[in-house]
């Protein structure tokens, strides 16, 4: 199976944008749906975005659509979130969490209960 680390987080002001990166060791890249999920001190962790194994359908928490986006390369086995007009609240520790499903399956996973693969995640702290 693979392993995630995640990569890419920082100190940004509100407004600023942040890419955050997810790369992938091990076999089998393509065969795993993938997600995004963050924790802010205090609470639970909670899903941001989703991709399908193939990069073709995605899915996004309402609080981040229209901000972030999730994308894939499985050439090069890593995972990708662009996050633009970073607002206070988006501060948290991002994680990066894999899946393997089926060939051909295009599920999408928006609970963490459906990961049983993390990284240790990398920190976003937007300042006002």
């Known amino acids: 199976q693979v392993q995630v680390v995640e990569s890419g987080g920082g100190l940004v002001q509100a407004g600023d944008s942040l890419r955050l990166s997810c790369a992938a060791s091990?076999?089998?890249?393509?065969?795993?749906?993938m997600g995004w999920f963050r924790q802010a001190p205090g609470k639970e962790r909670e899903f941001v975005a989703a991709?399908?194994?193939?990069?073709?359908?995605?899915s996004y928490a309402d609080s981040v659509k229209g901000r972030f986006s999730i994308s894939r390369d499985n050439v090069k086995k890593s995972m990708f979130l662009q996050m633009s007009r970073l607002k206070v609240e988006d501060t948290a520790h991002y994680y990066c969490?894999?899946?393997?499903?089926?060939?051909?399956?295009?599920?999408?996973?928006?609970?963490?209960?459906?990961?049983?693969?993390w990284g240790q995640g990398t920190q976003v702290t937007v300042s006002s």
């Open positions: 969490a894999a899946r393997v499903v089926d060939p051909f399956d295009d599920s999408i996973f928006t609970s963490h209960g459906n990961y049983p693969i």
């Open positions: 091990g076999r089998g890249f393509p065969n795993y749906a």
């Open positions: 991709i399908t194994r193939g990069g073709g359908r995605t």
